[in-house]
């Protein structure tokens, strides 16, 4: 295999998760290039080079299988997770941009209710409300909720949680991997759709566009799910016999030309 050059964008139209997922890659493959491009969603590129292999890295990776993540999560996937009965911990990632401020609708949330369960809120450098952020911090500390903006740890982060709250995105995927039972809050049409299936197959509760919900709508499907460990552990096991966190290790055998 000769040189490897992965091309990505990262901007809200397209959100965060291909880049993530380009830089595990790069990770493995040991020191590609990887270059930003100002391209949004719905632009065509047209690549005319003789003899150069050209994968498209987001069609690749649609199928669940082929889902790239840190081989950690691997490792949190082989751990056994039982569903608590009394659940301790929430955890919430709504992309890296969350264009729709839906973080701060969910915060607001989490500030109603018991104080004595732990909410964990993820968010990335590319998050786009930091001072409406800064000004809910007040309200935080005294319903026991903590903001970590890009998390070192984030398998394990996920696998002391009992239930996450999540975008359509890459997150979504790791979560499963996990066995984290998941409210879905997708942020369009194509994260609508994959959330859909992610519900057909029992891994997580679809509650449509974050935008659209109300907040009590949102905590009632909360409270439902964290009085429900047979339901959660259902959702635990689905997640981990769909989504098995090997998907990095397949997408090498292809881009090697290995079978």
Known sequence: MGNVTIITSSNPSMGSGNLVRCKTLAKKLKSPVITRLPVKQGDTMIVDLKGVKIINLAELTKPMEMAIMDKRFKTYHDRVKVARDKPKRIIMFLGGYDVDAVTLKVIDVFIRMDSKIK???LVSDNFMHVDKLEKLKKFMKPANIEVITNAKDIPELIYNADLAISSG???????????????????DEAEYNLCDQFEHWGIVKNLGYGTEINNGYLLGHINVLMNSPDKRQNMIDNG???????GLERVLKIIKGEK
């Open 169 to 187: 995105g890459n997150m979504m995927y790791e979560f499963a991997c996990v066995g984290i039972p998941i409210i879905c809050l997708p942020e």
């Open 240 to 246: 981990k016999r769909f989504v098995d966190g090997k």
């Open 119 to 121: 909410k964990t809120v």
